[in-house]
């Protein structure tokens, strides 16, 4: 029976625990089996804490409802500090590092009620390198990155909500790849506090689950924003068809995803039109690459100096191209970044949110490298809150989805338009 | 002889020190002779490392010139992460942290040649509970916070340049109050990885030094910005008078400020127009206030959690007066100061820089408290560069000056308005 709780989203969990309808300690117990039969296959874990996760989930049982994440499992990507679990950020350098503090995003979700199950595998500092984990869709593919194990646990019913971060295409990506639902809130909209930090102008906390609903709640509990808690509405979206700058690098599964899903809305009722970003703005993908590369240069300052060796080689390539970038271009790809922030209000004139490729394709073969964050760069230079949702699948069966991707601020109207989405096309 | 190396600049020391006219060796020692004879006084250290610094500055006068600050002595306020130093954040909670890496300013320093000297005092968490440290121009005078120590280190001549940080005035102000120079530059110039962060939307890295062409070499080292390393120009500043919606507050010593530079700089044959702050911004203050309540509240989320009992009763009332603020209220602030700092570039229409005060008046008497940020706090929600020139003196004889406040991202016009100013009314 405890089984089947892993099958439920966080929000409707929430709900029953709220209510006494389940126990804390039988959803934690049914995480905890769900691993002990699964993880030496999947690998999404870099520490686990079971007693102390036991002794909080009672703890809760026999108090007052805590906060809007009461009795949750959470599993906390490794690139967040942990008093009380070993945090690596994905790094040889770090191997054993045990934080003093909390990061802001672990101390608000315990304060709302979370239950920490543990650390998940994070690549190396949440850049390229894979870790261990294992796409549980399918062995030999990659989970994605830089969240890879957030994406895995939850795809695998391991727990309902885990957290990630987003700087190039971390959060969705993986959950392209594993088949869950991720959301990257408007840059901003949670405080990096003890986050291990690649880049000020683009790291942006978010987290995992199976529905929209689940990761809106999630995101109500981080920021403090409960209008996310509600995201139910009457109207019906309006979709914007956005096939990026990037189209002629989707393959055909993301390809039919994009007309499977226009061909869909419009079955159901939603507006879709197609939204052209001008060439001006094509470039913006490696403005994110290059603010990227300039930022996590001088962020990883201490490691590359003092630790060079312990750094993978794609890593210290990645560093040496970003101390190339001279201030004097970083501030023009600074500016041109801004510029377009300003002008992005316009692709919304005709739409509420926009419908982009979330990856590629399916989840490619091989554990060697997580796969390419092409499709997010963009989004992610911006700050705009995108959520991918899962829909659909590709030639080999592996899951295949599309970010819904609202203006920036907006990320109440792009959660109604993703779940709006995803109670019709994926649902079915 | 090596006493008198504790009054010239660290631009000149720099370069007397890459001509290796001087050694790093005797630097530091004169440093340190005159942290032994006035450290028992001022308090400006929460912990120095006489022994590796000597060992460093042999090495680097035995090695090739390392970079900019090659051979400077450094304090580092003890708001940033050290490996080899305990780091407390001016915070009990954080009694003897020993942090596992530099934060990415000091790697930076470092690797820029500086020598780190040691820790300088902290305000708890960078707020308002003062440290120890006395304003060594008059004891029983604050030296001012958040970055007491750093200030009051180099006024004494302890070191010739020390790392600061301001949310709201804790570089500004300190450098008033001390009669030093202080440079908060452009919001993001230099990475925050590594500082315990109070507010992502405030928090900015800067420092201090004896003459403004110092701070900009500490700055051109720590953001890469070379353009730094040469203010000086033929043209001759335009400046704009702003008293700013605050001016009933500036006591007599800060009015007279005010106009002995309108008087001085017309003589010197510089443009000086009167600059009025339209009263729909008088409220900007506030909101850099709720601003950075609200988000350290939240990034403090642990502390508050975990050690209430260690916190200060002010800052524990700073962030419950935090959490108190909706992320509704919070969106509304955020979003004032965006269409604030769209705006603001109109203020320079004509004149190239602002000239505002930079606090209330002279350091006020006691050490239980570091002074009001009241004029600080607009420019840091704007986010402008903002330098501190201290060039007169009050009523009582200590330290007064008005602070040079640049467009956003223009900081080397900024620098070489408060140079040109510097050079005329500070050294006559």
Not at 222 to 245: K, M, Q, V, Y
Not at 334 to 361: E, M, Q, T, Y
Not at 362 to 377: N, S
């Amino acid at each position: 029976m405890t089984s089947q709780l892993n099958q439920r989203g966080a929000f409707e969990l929430a709900s029953a625990l709220a209510r006494r309808e389940i126990t804390a300690l039988d959803l934690v117990n049914a995480c905890l089996e769900r691993i002990d039969l699964r993880e030496r296959d999947i690998d999404a874990w870099a520490a686990l804490s079971p007693q102390s996760a036991r002794d909080r989930a009672r703890e809760l049982d026999a108090g007052p409802v805590r906060g809007l994440l009461h009795g949750l499992p959470l599993g906390v990507k490794d690139l967040f500090d942990t008093a009380d679990l070993p945090t690596t950020y994905g790094s040889p350098i770090y191997a054993g590092h045990r934080p003093v503090a909390d990061a802001a995003a672990v101390a608000l979700c315990r304060e709302a009620g979370a239950i920490v199950l543990g650390k998940t595998v994070s690549t190396e500092f949440a850049t390229y390198q894979p870790g261990p984990t294992v796409n549980p869709r399918r062995a030999g593919h990659t989970p994605g990155g830089s969240s890879s194990g957030s994406a895995a646990a939850v795809a695998d019913g391991m727990v309902p909500l885990a957290l990630g971060s987003q700087t190039a295409g971390s959060i969705i990506r993986p959950a392209a790849f594993c088949g869950v639902t991720g959301y990257k809130p408007s840059f901003g909209k949670v405080p990096v506090t003890g986050m291990k930090p690649l880049s000020e102008n683009l790291d942006t906390v978010g987290g995992f689950s199976l529905y929209v609903k689940d990761v809106a709640l999630l995101l109500a509990a981080l920021s403090g924003d409960h209008a996310l808690l509600d995201i139910d509405e009457n109207s019906t979206p309006r979709f914007g068809l956005c096939r990026t700058p990037q189209w002629d690098a989707a393959d055909v599964d993301t390809q039919a995803a994009m007309e499977a899903a226009a061909t869909g809305l419009s079955r159901h009722g939603a507006a879709c039109v197609e939204v052209n970003i001008a060439a001006q703005y094509s470039g913006l993908a490696q403005v994110q690459t290059d603010v990227m590369a300039h930022d996590a240069a001088r962020s990883l300052s201490w490691e590359h100096d003092r630790h060079a060796a312990l750094l993978s080689p794609g890593l210290a390539s990645m560093l040496q191209a970003g101390m190339d970038i001279t201030r004097h271009q970083h501030e023009a790809n600074l500016a041109r970044a801004d510029a377009a922030r300003r002008a992005c209000d316009a692709w919304f004139a005709d739409c509420d949110v926009l419908l982009a490729p979330s990856a590629i394709g399916e989840a490619p073969t091989g554990l060697d490298a997580t796969g390419d964050p092409l499709f997010c760069r963009m989004w992610s230079l911006l700050g705009l809150p995108c959520i991918h949702v899962p829909f659909s699948s590709g030639r080999t069966g592996l899951p295949v989805g599309l970010q819904v991707i609202g203006r920036a601020g907006k990320d109440r109207q792009a959660l109604h338009a993703a779940q709006w989405l995803q109670d019709r096309l994926a649902r079915q």
